[in-house]
């Protein structure tokens, strides 16, 4: 079955600082790719998306790049804050309602 | 708006023993279900899907059962816990295939 790998397992950078979050895939039959976002005490959240038809997405501070021939997604936020703090998922939908997780990044962010 | 509801908030349990825990959709019809399960610490790993009453689709095979009695309605039992069981259970919505997930806030539990 579907396995997704997250890279680094844990982040620690300063308030205001850039960060790069990475996640491969396993199954070429995925191609719907949600990341989520679970700070403490809160529930799992949505954050962005991207579809297998497409290499890059944005929304304000986050930037989703999709490498279908390496089968790797860079989750990329910039001007960190404390409210970043979170652990973050990304995710792998192939064509039914099979949902495969990563093992999350926790992202530290320090004021 | 759309809200989603898990209940109970905690559980503790004895190994054995029967569990039911309940998830509640309100605000949005004929939505695509989900139950998770999060290990302390853990990832995400699903359990059940179901698009339609009635119809549930098992992920895995953890000595769970999973029920949709309602189209607002999804159900996760067992009739023997073990220990393996104790961890944290999401129950999620989706409007259809392809769409981001909405979670609820979870059960958080313990089987001794």
């Known amino acids: 079955g579907e396995q997704v790998e997250q890279l680094p397992s844990s982040l620690i950078v300063q308030e205001g600082a850039s960060v790069l979050i990475n996640c491969s895939y396993t199954?070429?039959?995925?191609?719907?790719f949600p990341w989520y976002k679970q700070e403490p005490g809160k529930r799992l959240q949505f954050i962005i998306d991207i579809r297998s038809n497409m290499e890059r997405k944005q929304t304000q501070r986050l930037t989703l790049l999709f490498d279908k021939k390496t089968k790797h997604l860079s989750l990329h936020i910039t001007a960190t804050q404390p409210g970043d703090s979170a652990i973050y998922f990304c995710s792998a939908r192939a064509g039914n309602e099979k949902i495969t997780f990563g093992a999350g990044t926790k992202l530290t962010i320090k004021p | 708006a759309q809200t989603i509801h898990q209940w109970p908030v905690a559980e503790i349990k004895a190994v054995g023993s029967p569990l039911s825990l309940g998830c509640t959709i309100k605000g949005k019809s004929s939505p695509n279900l989900y139950w998770y399960w999060q290990a302390t610490g853990g990832t995400l790993q699903q359990l059940f899907y179901?698009?339609?009453?009635?119809?549930v689709e098992s992920v895995v095979q953890l000595n769970l059962s999973a029920s949709r009695p309602k189209d607002d309605q999804f159900i996760l039992s067992t009739e023997k816990l073990l220990l393996s069981h104790s961890g944290f259970y999401l129950c999620?919505?989706?409007?259809?295939?392809?769409?981001?997930?909405?979670f609820g806030p979870g059960t958080r539990l313990t089987v001794l």
């Open positions: 179901s698009i339609t009453v009635g119809q």
């Open positions: 199954d070429s039959a995925s191609v719907y």
């Open positions: 999620a919505w989706s409007l259809e295939w392809g769409y981001e997930q909405y």
